[in-house]
């Protein structure tokens, strides 16, 4: 056993020397550092995860399983064959990444694969948030958040009652007007409620299609809370100070407040989701 745990080490070692580089580069470079503000604190919740469960996670298994080998051959081609320009930062610290989680899979599955396989699962799967997300498919994923919420914010203001004239993401309203611009995207608070959520339905709920129903509830409250934003930026600078919209605290360092309307709505849906799952008693 222990020696499987020191090849074990090993191996991770060389999954971590392949993945670090190219992601410090990246966040040497400052590129798109919204994207990807999160990847630090992803191995710290999974160690944390590992550490609790590894007792589990590391039992001894009968024998080297070829899958586990296969697995790591698969994922060393990848990184050798698909290199990325070195001008694409993002590129290459997805492919290492990905690439080393694959490779550090692998090595698990082919020393411990008998092991508690359920138990091991969330915090591997949790680990490919740690892999950078390609910049064309963030863009398409603040491209909808941009939709929903401009959606969202003419709901909430016709609501209201308050007039308007929308031409695009620009709202005609009286006194200014307020463009919703790509910043309000709420990229950033979005991923941060997104793997919040991931790791509470692993905590609290106990079946797949209640973790699923809860992480796609992301979205709309994603979009809700930011139109919420909008509307009482607007509300406050047109009835107590124009200030506030054009560069007050509220605008630019506030989103940690609707963050938190964020995350209690989805804490009252994991409750709901909770009720909907628990097993009514026998009388």
């Known amino acids: 056993m222990r020696g499987k745990n020191v090849i074990f080490i090993a191996l991770t070692a060389v999954a971590l020397a392949a993945a670090l580089p190219p992601l410090l580069d990246l966040y040497r470079s400052g590129i798109h550092f919204d994207y990807y503000s999160h990847i630090p604190l992803i191995p710290a919740v999974s160690a944390y995860v590992f550490f609790r469960r590894r007792k589990e996670i590391f039992k001894s298994s009968a ?16 990184f050798l064959a698909v290199r990325p320009p070195a001008s694409d930062t993002v590129g290459r610290a997805a492919v290492a990444s990905l690439a080393a989680l694959v490779f550090w899979w692998g090595a698990y599955v082919a020393l411990h694969e008998k092991s508690g396989r359920r138990r091991v699962l969330f915090p591997f799967a949790f680990l490919l948030f740690a892999v950078p997300v390609p910049v064309a498919a963030m863009e398409r994923i603040i491209a909808v958040l941009l939709a929903g919420s401009t959606l969202m914010t ?6 209201l009652g308050i007039p308007l004239v929308q031409e695009g993401a620009l709202f005609r309203l009286p006194g200014f007007g307020v463009e919703i611009a790509r910043e309000c995207s709420g990229i950033r608070s979005s991923l ?3 793997i919040t959520t991931v790791v509470a339905g692993q ?7 209640q973790r699923a129903l809860l992480a796609l509830a992301v979205l709309p409250v994603a979009v809700f809370k930011n139109a919420v934003r909008i509307v009482t930026l607007y509300l406050l ?10 560069g007050g ?3 630019r360092s506030g989103g940690f407040l609707f963050f938190g309307l964020g995350l209690s709505a989805l804490g009252l ?7 909907l799952g628990a097993r009514p008693e026998k009388a």
Do not use: C, N, Q
């Open 63 to 78: 024998s080297f399983h070829p899958l586990g080998a296969a697995t790591m051959a698969a994922a060393a081609g990848f």
């Open 154 to 159: 003419r709901v909430l203001f016709e609501a």
């Open 192 to 194: 941060a409620l997104l």
């Open 203 to 209: 905590l609290f709920l106990r079946r797949p299609w």
């Open 237 to 246: 600078s047109y009835f107590v100070d124009i200030r506030i919209i054009e």
């Open 249 to 251: 605290f509220l605008h």
């Open 269 to 275: 849906i994991l409750l709901l989701i909770k009720g």
